[in-house]
């Protein structure tokens, strides 16, 4: 287990998910079906032509767990993208990561890992940052908060469902699995409302694929070398990247309320992941 490469996977992944976040509340226009579908689509041409150079096979090993992958991710993704055209950017990533709570919670019963009692304050500590967020941020959608709660969930079963593979099949075949369930998702769900993108739009739906292939592929990495818990809540660093960039990009404004909020989300998550590194006393 080498926890040092896992952070270092995950600095990487967080800032190319950030990134893409920045593109998703820029596309206003364009369907959330429509947006999951092209960041799928272009990410095909990264991971089918990687699989195919290194000769590793397309339909890998736990094909069962790789297709469950797929399903439990575009579910989670399209349940994020529709919740950016009702929230601010960084609220809804901020709330999108509480994910890591819900996958420890579900690491209980399917990894047979366990949660040490003060972990359970740490996690009231992020859902106490949510009802301060929805409390006292009066013009937060009740709409996009059911929405990316519920896919916040969803992002938790990703990361057990990854566990799950561990190192018996190549990241990105993973990952090429979530793109082509994710691509059929998208296209099937947009056909009917679809929207033709317009100059620079079209360049903004390419690097959604550039950024997701690698934020996938190092997240993924992450959690195939070191443990659900000690990796999952890394993910807040997505927060705080996303946040600024929603502040210099999209001028978005945050109340005291809402940064407060969002510090406790983050902080449980923090104290969470040092605090279960810590070795346990005999």
Same mark, same amino acid.
């Given at each position: 287990?080498?926890?040092?490469?896992?952070?270092?996977?995950?600095? %990487?992944? *967080?800032?190319? #998910?950030?990134?893409?976040?920045?593109?998703?509340?820029?596309?206003?226009? %364009?369907?959330?079906?429509?947006?999951?579908?092209?960041?799928?689509? +272009?990410?095909?041409?990264? *991971?089918?032509?990687?699989?195919?150079?290194?000769?590793?096979?397309?339909?890998?090993?736990?094909?069962?767990?790789?297709?469950?992958?797929?399903?439990?991710?575009?579910?989670?993704?399209?349940?994020?993208?529709?919740? *950016?055209?009702?929230?601010?950017?960084?609220?809804?990533? +901020?709330?999108?990561?509480?994910?890591?709570?819900?996958?420890?919670?579900?690491?209980?019963?399917?990894?047979?890992?366990?949660?040490?009692?003060?972990?359970?304050?740490? #996690?009231?500590?992020? #859902?106490?940052?949510?009802?301060?967020?929805?409390?006292?941020?009066?013009?937060?959608? +009740?709409?996009?908060?059911?929405? %990316? =709660?519920?896919?916040? %969930?969803?992002?938790?079963?990703?990361?057990?469902?990854?566990?799950?593979?561990?190192?018996?099949?190549?990241?990105?075949?993973?990952?090429?699995?979530?793109?082509?369930?994710? *691509?059929?998702?998208?296209?099937?769900?947009? =056909?009917?409302?679809?929207?033709?993108?317009?100059?620079?739009?079209?360049?903004?739906?390419?690097?959604?694929?550039?950024?997701?292939? #690698?934020?996938?592929?190092?997240?993924?990495?992450?959690?195939?070398?070191?443990?659900?818990?000690?990796?999952?809540?890394?993910?807040?660093?997505?927060?705080?990247?996303?946040?600024?960039?929603?502040?210099?990009?999209?001028?978005?404004?945050?109340?005291? /309320?809402?940064?407060?909020?969002?510090?406790? =989300?983050?902080?449980?998550?923090?104290?969470?992941?040092? /605090?279960?590194?810590?070795?346990?006393?005999?």
């Amino acid at each position: 287990m080498d926890v040092k490469q896992a952070i270092k996977f995950m600095i %990487i992944s *967080t800032l190319a #998910f950030a990134c893409m976040n920045a593109i998703v509340k820029h596309l206003t226009d %364009i369907g959330a079906f429509q947006i999951v579908f092209f960041r799928s689509v +272009s990410s095909l041409f990264f *991971t089918f032509g990687f699989l195919i150079r290194n000769k590793i096979p397309i339909l890998g090993n736990n094909r069962k767990l790789l297709f469950l992958r797929g399903i439990v991710g575009v579910i989670s993704m399209s349940l994020f993208f529709m919740s *950016t055209k009702y929230l601010p950017i960084g609220t809804a990533v +901020s709330l999108r990561y509480m994910a890591p709570i819900f996958a420890a919670v579900f690491a209980i019963y399917f990894l047979r890992e366990r949660i040490k009692p003060m972990q359970w304050i740490f #996690f009231f500590m992020a #859902f106490a940052g949510v009802l301060i967020l929805k409390g006292f941020d009066t013009e937060l959608d +009740s709409y996009g908060l059911l929405l %990316i =709660i519920v896919s916040a %969930i969803f992002s938790g079963l990703v990361y057990i469902v990854i566990s799950k593979i561990g190192k018996g099949d190549h990241p990105v075949v993973v990952v090429n699995y979530f793109m082509v369930i994710s *691509t059929i998702v998208g296209l099937a769900f947009s =056909i009917n409302n679809w929207v033709n993108p317009v100059g620079i739009e079209w360049l903004m739906l390419i690097g959604l694929g550039l950024f997701g292939y #690698f934020g996938q592929v190092y997240m993924t990495k992450a959690f195939q070398i070191a443990a659900t818990n000690q990796v999952a809540p890394l993910k807040y660093l997505e927060v705080i990247f996303t946040l600024l960039l929603g502040v210099m990009l999209f001028s978005e404004v945050y109340t005291l /309320y809402s940064l407060l909020a969002i510090a406790l =989300i983050i902080s449980g998550l923090v104290l969470n992941a040092v /605090y279960k590194g810590k070795p346990s006393k005999s």
